[in-house]
């Protein structure tokens, strides 16, 4: 998992750079959170926690403290047709797909 991000983050020409990395596994777990800086100066936040049973994650995007858009899958946002896949957008909730990191960064890439 780790290397594989870090891969991706590595070959996108919207990332200007890594800021941080922290890995933390043990059998059947990890937990992988990383912070970069785009070219934009916007700073995209990377939070993925697998299990063997479950797949957790975060993408947050934010310029300075404010949020630019944020996806995630916390199972809290029932009425939404992805349960519990959804993104946040300002004070909206939408539903989105399942994301991965590519995913983001392709998002991204468009908003810019």
Aim: a neutral charge; zero cysteines.
């Amino acid at each position: 998992m780790q290397y594989n991000v870090l891969n991706i983050l590595k070959q996108s020409k919207i990332v200007a750079k890594i800021i941080s990395v922290d890995f933390d596994s043990a059998v059947g777990y990890s937990i992988l959170k990383i912070r970069v800086e785009l070219v934009n100066r916007w700073h995209l936040q990377i939070w993925e926690h697998e299990t063997p049973v479950t797949r957790r994650y975060a993408y947050h995007v934010f310029k300075g403290a404010t949020t630019i858009v944020r996806w995630d899958n916390a199972p809290h946002h029932r009425d939404i047709s992805t349960f519990p896949h959804h993104k946040h957008r300002g004070s909206e909730i939408v539903g989105s797909e399942e994301m991965q990191v590519g995913d983001v960064l392709d998002e991204l890439e468009k908003m810019m």
